[in-house]
């Protein structure tokens, strides 16, 4: 499957999303993504260094994160797994291996399957090796 066939199909196609990105694990290259979703490299440098922080708590959890030109408050910040809400909207975004899933859930979407939607997929790259 294509890095593009997996915003399009695994990501997006499942309801729970509706704009999302694939980079490689820098954030320095865009893989694959949605149409409407432009994702600037410098807000996937401030996702990089979060993931780079091991203080606790990270800085992010109090700075918040920016995605596609909007701010989001941090909710979740671990070492995979970065979520951000901005009112009932937010972001996805879970490192693998050798990428980052960046997925973008409407107001009307359940963030739960949200999570679950992008978790899962990169369960799946972790296990081939991406």
């Not at 694990?25 to 091991?54: I, N, Q, R």
């Not at 920016?66 to 490192?95: C, F, P």
């Not at 693998?96 to 939607?117: D, F, K, R, W």
Request: one cysteine or more.
């Amino acid at each position: 499957m294509s890095w593009q066939a997996y915003v399009d199909v695994s990501l997006v196609g499942t309801g729970h999303l509706d704009k999302a990105a694939i980079f490689n694990v820098e954030g320095t290259s865009v893989w694959a993504a949605s149409t409407s979703f432009t994702v600037a490299l410098e807000e996937m440098k401030e996702v990089v260094s979060s993931y780079a922080d091991k203080n606790e708590p990270k800085k992010v959890q109090s700075s918040g994160f920016h995605v596609a030109g909007n701010r989001y408050v941090t909710i979740k910040a671990e070492d995979r797994s970065l979520y951000g809400r901005k009112g009932k909207e937010g972001v996805v975004i879970v490192k693998t291996n050798q990428a980052i899933l960046v997925g973008h859930y409407p107001e009307t979407a359940q963030p739960g399957m949200a999570a679950q939607t992008i978790e899962q997929l990169g369960d799946y790259l972790c296990k081939l090796g991406y």
